[in-house]
């Protein structure tokens, strides 16, 4: 099997590599979660990959000659195994809350990961074609949105920015017809800011969480059809798994962000904010200009005007999206917000403008056809770097399924979220990769320090999440990155400096 490595460089090929469905589904989820602060991701989206192939002939030979370190290809292996893991997982998740078993979302995702290994196509217009695909099917739901609504996007940011708060519509199916939380909240809390009256669609028992005095107190209730449950400001409430509510209209959705303008203005406090979006930047910088590294680097070539400027378009057009889709979300569908935030309920949005029939059926079926084109454009190439990082070519499609399998088990046996996964990956590479990428020259320590910097880079992240992380900001504990690349870079420069000193004649 011939090395992708071995073609020109091609800013199609990267973004086909770069736009996997997790980095694909993130940028609305972030946005609507998180509202300006989540804008960032959408920059570092598009101005990752094109960083890499502005820099591309100038790095390509120190990314090849980092890349044959054992230690480099361990974490590039380690690194792509997570997005596999990842993106699976991704998978698994949509299939459980359609109503489907998680294990038949991963199971169908690896036969699509195996099969598109087999016929996996290097062409730049395979590559373009694929691409266009994606794009086009993501782009004609939004594109019946926006005929739905008769609102341009510069519009709906101007209502959402500008409303008192995040209410039930009168036409919400919360309020009609009542809806139980999805198997994933299911066990969470639900937390009221004022009163609310509701009304049991089916007979279940709830729990209720109320201050009584300076005690709190946790009720169990058994209510039938019908029943009316009232609710005060602090209440929490949990109902059993398939136990419908209906909520009153106009009431203000619990947990919602307080209104309008605090969403516009990003839902982060401050500090928290600034050292998130300073580690998403450098996560994603150094994961889009690392982990394709091995398909693309070793060329020597810049990559051409012409690639550059349609790689661009492409880039731009999924930000775009993603962003518009968060602000429709946000303005039609803000009971997002009471399920928590995720890529199946927001994928469901034609479904809320257009409510039941053939047109919100297909508008949903053609946005989930754009995933699974993202999904087969870039997910095999995950399963080939794991298998080129052992340098087995002579044998790739066994290496691929086992790795394959294995990610399909540990995604199955372990929840851990796919967004955070996918974080984990792009830091890992970014730590260990992008100092190799920036030296000049041979380093004589650079395997050593590539080690200390993946056993530190993944110390930090399982750390962050143990009891332990109480003492670690909380920017650290999402971002390990902040704390592993400053010792990295460091060791490197001083390792460096003392080698070319014990070089000089005395």
Request: charged share 15%.
């Amino acid at each position: 099997m011939r090395d992708v490595s071995d073609q020109p460089a091609s800013a199609v090929r990267l973004i086909r590599l770069w736009l996997t469905p997790v980095l694909l589904l993130a940028l609305p989820t972030q946005v609507v979660a998180f509202g300006r602060d989540g804008l960032w991701l959408a920059l570092a989206v598009v101005s990752g990959p094109l960083l890499f192939l502005a820099t591309q002939s100038r790095d390509g030979a120190s990314s090849q000659r980092g890349l044959n370190m054992p230690m480099a290809r361990a974490a590039l292996a380690v690194s792509a195994f997570m997005h596999l893991w990842a993106n699976l997982d991704l998978i698994g998740g949509l299939s459980r809350d359609w109503g489907l078993p998680r294990w038949s979302g991963v199971a169908a995702a690896a036969l699509l990961v195996l099969g598109g290994v087999r016929w996996y196509s290097r062409s730049e217009g395979a590559s373009q074609g694929w691409t266009l695909i994606m794009v086009g099917a993501l782009a004609l739901p939004l594109a019946l949105i926006l005929g739905k609504t008769n609102l341009n996007p510069v519009q709906v940011y101007s209502q959402v920015s500008s409303a008192s708060a995040f209410r039930f519509a009168p036409e919400s199916v919360w309020v009609t017809e009542g809806r139980a939380r999805s198997a994933r909240h299911v066990q969470d809390w639900i937390e009221f800011s004022e009163e609310h009256r509701l009304t049991m669609a089916s007979a279940g028992v709830i729990r209720l969480a109320y201050s009584e005095g300076n005690r709190r107190v946790i009720e169990e209730r058994s209510l039938s059809e019908g029943q009316e449950l009232v609710v005060r400001p602090g209440d929490r409430l949990r109902a059993d798994p398939g136990v419908r509510v209906r909520f009153e209209p106009g009431r203000r959705i619990p947990q919602a962000p307080v209104n309008g303008a605090a969403w516009t203005s990003g839902l982060l406090p401050s500090t928290q904010s600034l050292l998130g979006q300073l580690g998403l930047a450098l996560t994603l910088f150094g994961g889009a200009m690392t982990l394709p590294s091995f398909f693309l680097s070793g060329t020597g070539n810049r990559a051409a005007r012409s690639s550059m400027a349609r790689g661009s378009v492409v880039l731009l057009v999924v930000a775009l999206w993603g962003q518009c889709w968060a602000l429709y979300a946000a303005r039609y569908a803000p009971e997002l917000y009471l399920e928590g935030v995720t890529a199946s309920l927001l994928l469901q949005l034609p479904a809320v403008l257009f409510h039941q029939g053939w047109l919100s059926q297909s508008a949903v079926a053609v946005a989930v056809i754009g995933v699974l084109f993202a999904f087969l454009q870039s997910v095999p190439a995950l399963g080939l770097t794991l298998a080129a990082c052992l340098d087995r070519r002579e044998r790739p499609t066994l290496l691929v399924a086992l790795f394959v399998v294995g990610a399909g088990v540990v995604a199955l046996r372990e929840t851990v979220p796919w967004w955070d996964l996918a974080l984990l990956g792009f830091g890992l590479t970014a730590v260990t990769l992008a100092p190799l990428m920036t030296l000049s020259g041979p380093h004589p320590f650079a395997n050593r320090v590539v080690g200390l910097g993946l056993a530190l880079y993944l110390s930090l992240g399982v750390v962050g999440r143990t009891s332990v992380a109480g003492w670690f900001p909380s920017s650290m504990m999402n971002f390990p990155l902040l704390g592993a690349l400053p010792v990295v870079l460091i060791l490197l420069l001083v390792t460096a400096r003392l080698q070319r000193k014990s070089k000089q004649p005395p």
